[in-house]
């Protein structure tokens, strides 16, 4: 079995991680899941995009270095992979130095081949999608935009033009540039294209990139002088200028494989999960820098839907994003790592609605698989001793409900195959669909009152057995809560036999509360278009300063709960942290709470903790507190400690939750 290698996008570092970002990945991580659960040999790979304009400009902003700016943003991502169960095997950074090494070497062999050549240039430039434009592109763009013609001339006699990506304004520029000589690889792309028509899915993405390349393919700028960019990688034989964003990032799905080098066997069996709104790079930008390379293209690239708010694509300067943080508060990370791979085939776009996320809770966890899971542990704890039965004489219920599970099964893994998420989670459900009907038809506590205890002990096997294939089946998918529940049935790990007769009889059976609780109604936190509550306004506070224990007992003071309410807790996810300049015992954390920006955070803990070891870590954070400067830098909270006056330890929440909970 060859080895399976998945790629998500990259990430741009600007960008808090909202659905979009958290479908892909959870995507690529239910399928590499699957396949080492069926063990192959798999490779997961994910990461942050951290170079170009608008990462310069916004740590300009900030008055941070652009490094400094991508140190503290790529946590968040790698924050809510870890709330989502995410079990990438790399998390790549373009500006590591392996990943600079290779561009730089790649760069280096295409100027090498005469494949990079450089010109002067003109153009509109976008700072939102960091590329050249044209003027019939600009120009179709504007007029949608103003809603009336518009021509290149008008462009040049005043009229502002938009990016026809982003809507946001562009810039006319005239500079020299490197160029690709990305017109030379037309007839090979569509070559390539047509005789792997599985290379690019679904069909319909592929046949949009052969539309694109019915019209000549023009040579791509690759530079961008340092004079106005100086954050990326230097073009190795021309170090005023730095490489093109996205020959940047294309390149870190081959740069990753390459220390150590026997990971290079993954790519043949690349798959490459996108947006399909950056298709067209990831198809024809990036099939032709790797035929350039001398490189085969990847497998396949699969261009999914984008999710969508009453018609329209999620947008933060919409206002219409929805926070993976907050869905995974209100309803577990299996909750929602199943509704964005069941509600929609992946492919095509979704609308998400809290109605819909609830109604599918509801219906197929709590009702179905809750339901069904529930049952198998309750019944045998009340009628034969928490134990797995043994099987006895075969009915022609029985068989059908195993002829269920072969079925089922069989659809479940040949949709995965086909990246079909939802029809491989709907062929399951075939089976547990019923294995709800076999109880009722069955009435097991029919035949516990009329004292039938083999036929009893036949007819909860089933359901136990039904249940084990259904979680082992739904491990990739629904990984916490599938391993609770093959643990309830004294399983160590899936098992993907379908046929029902696994179980050890007289194995212990442990019945706990129900796998997914009923909500009646939408969590009050998700009613707004803004699931996560505001944050209240800064405020600031004193370094961590608890109070000292008594050395003995003593009455302690008392007050009523108003005076207690006034206390403001959350939490904060510590995005950086160094030592105070003026003082040994104090550390200066940058926290995120939940807010627009983090706060600084002047905490007297450094004699117990060392910088770099709180980076990552949840904290609690006191909010509304008067600012203070501790040794001529203001802190805006302070931290909840253990110890009294000699700090212990931070206090931080027992499982992981979003930045800006509140604390009660």
Known sequence: MPPFYVTTPIYYVNDAPHIGHAYTTVAADALARWHRLNGRETFFLTGTDEHGQ?????????????QEHADLMH???KALWERLDIQYDDFIRTTEPRHTRFVQDLLQKLHDQGELYQAPYSGWYSTSAERF????EVAAATAIALGKPVTPADLHNGVAGVCPDSGAAVEWLTEHNWFFRMSAYQDRLVAHITENPSCIMPETRRNEV????????????????KARLAWGIPLPFAPDYVTYVWFDALTNYVSALQEPPARLAFWPEALQLVGKDILTFHTVYWFSFLFAAGITPPKQVYAHGWWLMTGKKMSKSVGNVIKPDAMIDAYSADALRYFLLAAVPFGADGEFTQEAFLHRYNSDLANDIGNLSHRATSMPEKWLGSVVPAVGVQTDEDLELQAVA???TDAFRANMELVQFKAALEGLWELVRAGNKYIDSQAPWALNKRGDMERLGTVLR???EVVRVAYSYLACVTPGKSKEVLDRLGMAAPDLDPNLNRLTPGHAVSHRDPIFLRLDAIPESLVSNDPVPAAPPVAAAAAVAPAAPAVEAAPVAQIEYDDFAKVQ?????????EKHPKADRLLVLSVEVGEEKPRTIVAGIAAVYEPAELVGKTVIVVMNLKPAKLRGIESQGMLLAAGGSDVASILTPYRPVAPGSVVK
């Open 54 to 66: 608008k990462v310069q400009r916004a740590a300009e902003k900030l008055g941070r270095t652009p």
């Open 75 to 77: 946590v968040r991502f």
């Open 133 to 136: 434009w044209s003027d019939e």
């Open 210 to 225: 052969l539309g694109y390349l019915r019209k000549p393919l023009a040579d791509l700028c690759i530079s961008r002088p």
């Open 406 to 408: 072969l079925r089922a």
């Open 462 to 464: 089933n359901v136990m």
């Open 569 to 577: 807790l959350r939490t904060g996810l510590v995005l950086a942290a």
